[in-house]
């Protein structure tokens, strides 16, 4: 089952990339340059294993297998976009092999597309024990990205370009992904497995043909087998009190993200093709006074909210829960500084503007303060955007307590606009929501990615004086028009609901948006 994905584990896929960033060029290589083993003098996907045996640490009877069986791109990057025309539509998939500056592109049959997130079943998964007992037999969506990738060319590409992941939420309308030329990516990132007291197993991973045939993958690199040799993760009673297999704070993504002054740019093979995007850093460009010119400013939309529910808080309230996404259709990215007003927990937020990577104005825009509450502890910016509650004649029936953002790009929406950012973290756009004792913080919005909170709690709306009925859940962001951006004719959205039931059992009933039912988990859809 895909888990919901909450804000914690958005920050962390978002973050990633942050506190590593690699330099990330085109090779240039020269006729008689070696490369590595693998190599077939013309564009292939090979699925290649890195052992023959693999050491697996299980914990209270449960395996995790970490990245051992990789997809590897020989002597070409391979780029796939997957869009849709809209959100009831069928997702379109392309694959496109990139030799130097000539890019072949096809498209995939609609049967073998798994919506944002790669190819339907495309990974077949079996584990059997020593005497041909089946352990498990999986089929998995294959995504052609990752989050760990390695070098298998000598004169490939010397670091990531495209995204981590691959999918979005249930609003994302464009993703791009890919693999980079002489790179790998892990066939599967998440393999984990009740061990059913075996201590050895064999593990096969076979890619389906239909999906092969696609990739062009040869016949003999369509499978992998590796032995596995089953551990105790925890000998001796040795992971007592430590809380299991490692917690992320809420915005443990936050804790190394100091001011980078130089960062490497994206460059993708065969030139930028529009999606190359100059870090932030580096000298200013010249800084004029006056209105910021367009080819500068964000473009900011709200989407529907989801992810709705009801519960009885912890003070005895009921109340309406929901998810809420803001997103930078761009082309320029949402960048916003904070510095300290003297010894005051206060800053003045400053909007700046860019043109190719360069700073080119700046407009005071607001004030951050500093939230000191668990899982915050750190410098929020305040009215970016606000949640309400509107009855049939949009009368606001109850407001989130939702006041400030720690902004960050959490969720790809579209990455086929024109200046989308695939890698924020190397392009200076990850966001540092500071310390109690910063001095100066920045919180940006690359252009194609939004910010989704779950408000949930004190953030969630009250429902103790709504009564049963049809309402509105209306999104703003940047309400009072503090941030400049291209227009804010886009900047509300609504969903209907309907709330029901009594007090301390309140309902809610969520009609599908547009032919999609976002109150399922992102991922079960079918």
Not at 70 to 98: C, G, R
């Given at each position: ?335 916003v500084e904070g510095f300290r007003r003297g010894t005051s927990p206060v800053m003045d937020a400053y909007q700046m503007f ?117 309402y509105r859940i209306k999104v703003t962001v940047n309400p009072d028009g503090n941030l400049y951006e291209r227009t804010r ?38």
């Amino acid at each position: 089952m895909v888990k919901p994905r909450t804000r914690t584990r958005q920050l962390a896929s978002a973050g990633i990339g942050l506190v590593a960033a690699a330099l990330v060029v085109t090779a240039t290589v020269s006729a008689n340059s070696g490369p590595a083993s693998g190599s077939t003098g013309k564009g292939t996907l090979k699925l290649v294993a890195a052992a023959d045996t693999v050491e697996v640490e299980a914990y209270e009877g449960t395996a995790y297998v970490q990245p051992s069986v990789w997809l590897a791109a020989y002597d070409a990057a391979f780029e796939f976009h997957a869009s849709h025309a809209a959100y009831d539509k069928p997702v379109k998939l392309t694959k496109t092999v990139i030799r130097g500056k000539k890019r072949t592109t096809t498209t995939a049959p609609a049967s073998i597309v798994d919506g944002m997130k790669g190819f339907k079943d495309g990974l077949r998964v079996t584990l059997k024990n020593k005497s041909g007992k089946v352990i498990l037999d999986q089929k998995r969506p294959l995504c052609p990205g990752g989050y760990d990738r390695q070098r298998v060319q000598t004169d490939g590409a010397t670091g990531p370009v495209y995204p981590e992941f691959c999918g979005g939420n249930w609003f994302t309308k464009g993703v791009l992904y890919g693999i980079e030329r002489g790179m790998a990516v892990p066939a599967v990132s998440d393999l984990e497995f009740q061990t059913k007291g075996e201590t050895k197993l064999t593990m096969t991973m076979r890619i389906s043909k239909p999906v092969a045939d696609f990739l062009g993958l040869p016949k003999a690199s369509r499978t992998a087998k590796q032995n596995l040799v089953i551990v105790d993760g925890c000998p001796e009673g040795g992971c007592e009190g430590e809380g299991g297999m490692g917690i992320m704070a809420a915005h443990g993504a936050d804790d190394d993200q100091g001011a980078r002054t130089v960062v490497p740019r994206e460059s993708l093979e065969g030139g930028d093709n529009g999606r190359g995007r100059l870090p932030l850093g580096g000298a200013p460009g010249e800084i004029k006074p006056g209105k910021p010119k367009k080819d500068t400013l964000p473009d900011l939309i709200s989407l529907p909210a989801w992810q709705i529910s009801t519960e009885v808080d912890e003070g005895g309230t009921d109340r309406l829960n929901f998810a809420a996404n803001e997103w930078n259709a761009g082309p320029a990215p949402m960048v916003v500084e904070g510095f300290r007003r003297g010894t005051s927990p206060v800053m003045d937020a400053y909007q700046m503007f860019y043109r190719d990577g360069k700073q080119v104005g700046t407009k005071k825009t607001g004030t951050m303060e500093f939230h000191e509450a668990p899982e915050h502890d750190h410098w929020h910016f305040l009215d970016f955007a606000k949640y309400e509650l509107i009855n049939a004649k949009d009368k606001v029936v109850s407001t989130s307590g939702k006041q400030s953002w720690c902004l960050a790009p959490t969720d790809p929406v579209d990455l086929t606009v024109p200046g989308a950012t695939l890698r924020p973290g190397q392009t200076g756009l990850e966001s540092a929501c500071g310390e109690k004792s910063a001095l100066w913080l920045r919180e940006t919005m690359p252009t194609g990615w939004g910010d989704t909170y779950n408000q949930a709690q004190t953030q969630a709306f009250d429902l103790s004086k709504v009564k049963n009925g049809t309402y509105r859940i209306k999104v703003t962001v940047n309400p009072d028009g503090n941030l400049y951006e291209r227009t804010r004719s886009n900047n509300i959205s609504y969903r209907t609901i309907t709330i029901g039931g009594k007090a301390g059992a309140r309902t809610v009933k969520v009609p599908p948006y547009q032919g999609i039912d976002t109150e399922t988990w992102w991922g079960e859809e079918e």
